[in-house]
Protein backbone atom coordinates (compact mmCIF):
# COMPACT_ATOMS: atom_id res chain seq x y z
CA UNK A 1 0.00 0.00 0.00
CA UNK A 2 1.85 3.25 -0.88
CA UNK A 3 1.47 6.05 1.36
CA UNK A 4 -0.97 8.89 0.25
CA UNK A 5 0.59 11.82 -0.97
CA UNK A 6 0.89 15.31 0.80
CA UNK A 7 3.29 18.74 -0.24
CA UNK A 8 5.80 18.23 2.64
CA UNK A 9 5.70 21.81 3.52
CA UNK A 10 3.20 25.05 3.70
CA UNK A 11 3.47 28.16 5.16
CA UNK A 12 0.98 31.16 6.03
CA UNK A 13 1.21 34.35 8.02
CA UNK A 14 -0.86 34.21 11.14
CA UNK A 15 -4.49 35.42 10.28
CA UNK A 16 -4.54 33.69 7.07
CA UNK A 17 -6.19 30.53 5.88
CA UNK A 18 -4.07 27.87 4.49
CA UNK A 19 -4.98 24.40 3.11
CA UNK A 20 -2.78 20.60 2.86
CA UNK A 21 -3.84 18.31 0.48
CA UNK A 22 -3.56 14.45 0.08
CA UNK A 23 -3.77 12.54 -2.43
CA UNK A 24 -5.02 9.01 -2.98
CA UNK A 25 -6.13 6.43 -5.11
CA UNK A 26 -9.97 5.40 -5.98
CA UNK A 27 -8.94 2.30 -3.96
CA UNK A 28 -8.36 4.63 -0.43
CA UNK A 29 -9.31 8.15 -0.22
CA UNK A 30 -11.66 8.32 -3.22
CA UNK A 31 -13.19 5.29 -2.09
CA UNK A 32 -14.35 5.48 1.28
CA UNK A 33 -15.40 8.64 3.45
CA UNK A 34 -12.95 7.70 6.26
CA UNK A 35 -10.18 10.28 5.65
CA UNK A 36 -8.74 11.97 9.05
CA UNK A 37 -6.25 14.34 9.51
CA UNK A 38 -3.85 14.69 12.73
CA UNK A 39 -1.61 17.17 14.27
CA UNK A 40 1.89 16.41 15.51
CA UNK A 41 3.83 19.00 17.85
CA UNK A 42 7.70 18.01 18.17
CA UNK A 43 8.13 15.48 20.90
CA UNK A 44 4.03 14.97 21.36
CA UNK A 45 1.70 12.45 20.23
CA UNK A 46 -0.28 12.70 17.07
CA UNK A 47 -3.47 14.36 18.08
CA UNK A 48 -6.88 13.72 15.88
CA UNK A 49 -8.37 16.80 14.19
CA UNK A 50 -10.62 15.92 11.62
CA UNK A 51 -12.45 12.44 11.02
CA UNK A 52 -14.47 10.77 8.56
CA UNK A 53 -13.65 13.48 6.18
CA UNK A 54 -15.01 16.47 7.69
CA UNK A 55 -16.09 16.29 11.05
CA UNK A 56 -14.48 17.58 14.13
CA UNK A 57 -13.91 15.57 17.46
CA UNK A 58 -14.82 17.42 20.57
CA UNK A 59 -12.58 19.94 21.41
CA UNK A 60 -10.84 21.38 18.28
CA UNK A 61 -11.04 24.40 17.01
CA UNK A 62 -13.65 24.98 14.31
CA UNK A 63 -10.67 26.98 12.20
CA UNK A 64 -9.89 23.32 11.36
CA UNK A 65 -11.88 22.66 8.69
CA UNK A 66 -12.00 18.53 6.16
CA UNK A 67 -13.17 18.39 2.37
CA UNK A 68 -13.03 15.21 -0.28
CA UNK A 69 -12.94 16.07 -3.49
CA UNK A 70 -12.61 12.23 -5.76
CA UNK A 71 -8.93 10.98 -4.67
CA UNK A 72 -7.80 14.12 -2.73
CA UNK A 73 -9.09 15.49 0.72
CA UNK A 74 -7.97 18.57 1.83
CA UNK A 75 -7.33 20.37 5.84
CA UNK A 76 -8.07 24.08 5.82
CA UNK A 77 -7.37 25.78 8.74
CA UNK A 78 -8.30 29.73 9.03
CA UNK A 79 -7.31 32.02 11.20
CA UNK A 80 -3.89 30.74 11.72
CA UNK A 81 -2.54 30.68 14.98
CA UNK A 82 1.60 30.35 16.17
CA UNK A 83 0.48 27.10 17.89
CA UNK A 84 -1.05 25.53 14.51
CA UNK A 85 2.84 25.24 13.49
CA UNK A 86 3.36 21.31 13.54
CA UNK A 87 3.24 18.50 11.28
CA UNK A 88 0.26 17.35 9.90
CA UNK A 89 -0.58 13.79 8.64
CA UNK A 90 -4.16 12.59 6.64
CA UNK A 91 -4.79 8.88 6.94
CA UNK A 92 -7.34 6.52 4.77
CA UNK A 93 -9.43 3.49 5.43
CA UNK A 94 -8.08 0.89 1.96
CA UNK A 95 -9.89 -0.96 -0.20
CA UNK A 96 -7.56 -3.74 1.52
CA UNK A 97 -9.24 -3.34 5.17
CA UNK A 98 -6.24 -1.70 5.71
CA UNK A 99 -4.99 1.89 6.85
CA UNK A 100 -2.30 4.09 5.14
CA UNK A 101 -0.73 7.24 6.35
CA UNK A 102 0.31 10.39 3.94
CA UNK A 103 3.87 11.28 4.00
CA UNK A 104 3.78 14.35 6.26
CA UNK A 105 3.25 18.17 5.71
CA UNK A 106 4.75 20.46 7.74
CA UNK A 107 3.31 23.73 8.53
CA UNK A 108 5.10 26.88 9.43
CA UNK A 109 3.40 30.43 10.53
CA UNK A 110 5.50 32.34 9.65
CA UNK B 1 -9.15 11.63 30.87
CA UNK B 2 -8.42 8.75 28.74
CA UNK B 3 -5.17 7.58 29.22
CA UNK B 4 -3.08 4.74 27.86
CA UNK B 5 0.22 3.86 28.55
CA UNK B 6 2.58 1.90 26.58
CA UNK B 7 5.58 -0.39 27.83
CA UNK B 8 7.86 -2.97 26.23
CA UNK B 9 10.21 -0.84 24.06
CA UNK B 10 13.66 -1.21 24.67
CA UNK B 11 16.77 -1.86 22.33
CA UNK B 12 17.30 -5.54 20.59
CA UNK B 13 19.36 -7.15 18.29
CA UNK B 14 17.94 -7.44 14.53
CA UNK B 15 16.26 -11.00 14.83
CA UNK B 16 15.47 -10.23 17.92
CA UNK B 17 11.86 -10.37 19.36
CA UNK B 18 10.07 -7.63 21.88
CA UNK B 19 6.32 -7.69 22.93
CA UNK B 20 4.86 -4.64 23.37
CA UNK B 21 1.81 -3.69 25.74
CA UNK B 22 -0.66 -1.03 26.56
CA UNK B 23 -2.82 -0.52 29.48
CA UNK B 24 -5.80 1.69 28.42
CA UNK B 25 -7.89 3.04 31.56
CA UNK B 26 -11.10 5.45 31.70
CA UNK B 27 -12.72 3.93 28.42
CA UNK B 28 -14.33 1.09 27.99
CA UNK B 29 -11.98 -0.73 26.72
CA UNK B 30 -13.51 -4.03 24.99
CA UNK B 31 -16.07 -1.04 23.32
CA UNK B 32 -13.51 -0.13 20.99
CA UNK B 33 -11.49 -1.20 17.85
CA UNK B 34 -7.41 -0.57 18.51
CA UNK B 35 -4.03 -0.09 16.56
CA UNK B 36 -0.71 0.24 16.66
CA UNK B 37 0.27 2.80 14.49
CA UNK B 38 4.70 3.28 14.62
CA UNK B 39 6.60 6.31 13.58
CA UNK B 40 10.64 6.30 12.49
CA UNK B 41 12.55 8.86 14.15
CA UNK B 42 12.43 11.69 12.25
CA UNK B 43 10.07 10.27 9.78
CA UNK B 44 5.93 10.51 9.59
CA UNK B 45 3.28 7.81 10.64
CA UNK B 46 3.17 4.13 9.61
CA UNK B 47 0.08 2.39 10.40
CA UNK B 48 0.87 -1.28 12.01
CA UNK B 49 -2.38 -3.34 12.51
CA UNK B 50 -5.62 -3.21 14.17
CA UNK B 51 -7.53 -5.32 16.21
CA UNK B 52 -11.75 -5.60 16.41
CA UNK B 53 -13.37 -5.67 19.81
CA UNK B 54 -13.47 -9.15 20.24
CA UNK B 55 -10.18 -9.94 18.30
CA UNK B 56 -11.71 -12.15 15.82
CA UNK B 57 -10.72 -9.36 12.79
CA UNK B 58 -7.51 -8.84 12.67
CA UNK B 59 -5.18 -6.62 9.77
CA UNK B 60 -1.73 -6.21 9.37
CA UNK B 61 0.41 -3.73 7.35
CA UNK B 62 2.68 -5.81 4.62
CA UNK B 63 5.57 -4.73 6.27
CA UNK B 64 4.85 -6.56 9.23
CA UNK B 65 3.20 -9.17 8.20
CA UNK B 66 3.58 -12.43 9.29
CA UNK B 67 6.39 -11.31 11.60
CA UNK B 68 3.86 -9.36 14.19
CA UNK B 69 0.96 -10.41 16.06
CA UNK B 70 -1.31 -7.92 17.30
CA UNK B 71 -3.93 -9.26 20.51
CA UNK B 72 -5.86 -8.06 22.81
CA UNK B 73 -7.18 -8.88 27.11
CA UNK B 74 -10.39 -7.29 27.69
CA UNK B 75 -10.78 -8.69 31.21
CA UNK B 76 -7.35 -6.77 31.76
CA UNK B 77 -7.71 -3.74 29.88
CA UNK B 78 -4.97 -4.26 27.69
CA UNK B 79 -3.80 -4.26 24.09
CA UNK B 80 -0.51 -6.33 23.19
CA UNK B 81 2.19 -6.17 19.96
CA UNK B 82 4.43 -9.42 19.67
CA UNK B 83 7.24 -8.08 17.42
CA UNK B 84 9.20 -10.89 15.84
CA UNK B 85 12.15 -11.14 13.49
CA UNK B 86 13.04 -7.95 13.92
CA UNK B 87 14.56 -5.50 11.67
CA UNK B 88 17.08 -2.45 12.15
CA UNK B 89 13.56 -0.81 9.78
CA UNK B 90 11.53 -1.35 12.68
CA UNK B 91 13.06 0.81 14.98
CA UNK B 92 9.92 3.60 15.37
CA UNK B 93 8.66 5.26 18.44
CA UNK B 94 5.29 2.90 18.89
CA UNK B 95 2.42 4.01 19.72
CA UNK B 96 -1.14 2.55 20.59
CA UNK B 97 -4.08 4.49 19.53
CA UNK B 98 -7.97 3.66 19.77
CA UNK B 99 -9.70 2.92 16.94
CA UNK B 100 -9.98 1.42 13.47
CA UNK B 101 -11.04 4.32 10.78
CA UNK B 102 -9.51 6.94 12.70
CA UNK B 103 -7.66 7.33 15.90
CA UNK B 104 -9.19 9.77 18.53
CA UNK B 105 -6.99 8.71 21.52
CA UNK B 106 -3.20 7.96 21.17
CA UNK B 107 -0.74 6.53 24.19
CA UNK B 108 2.64 8.44 24.64
CA UNK B 109 4.63 5.39 22.48
CA UNK B 110 6.98 3.51 23.52
CA UNK B 111 10.85 3.17 21.63
CA UNK B 112 11.69 0.47 20.55
CA UNK B 113 15.38 0.07 18.52
CA UNK B 114 16.78 -2.61 16.45
CA UNK B 115 20.59 -2.16 16.56
CA UNK B 116 23.16 -4.81 16.25
Known amino acids: QSALTQPASVSGSPGQSITISCTGT?????????VSWYQQHPGEAPKLMIYDVSNRPSGVSNRFSGSKSGNTASLTISGLQAEDEADYYC??????????FGGGTKLTVL | QVQQVESGGGLVKPGGSLRLSCAVS????????MSWIRQAPGKGLEWVSYISTSGSTIYYADSVKGRFTISRDNAKNSLYLQMNSLRVEDTAVYYCARGKYSSGYWGQGTLVTVSS
Open chain 1, 26 to 34: SSDVGGYNY
Open chain 2, 26 to 33: TFTFSDYY
Open chain 1, 91 to 100: SSYTSSSTRV
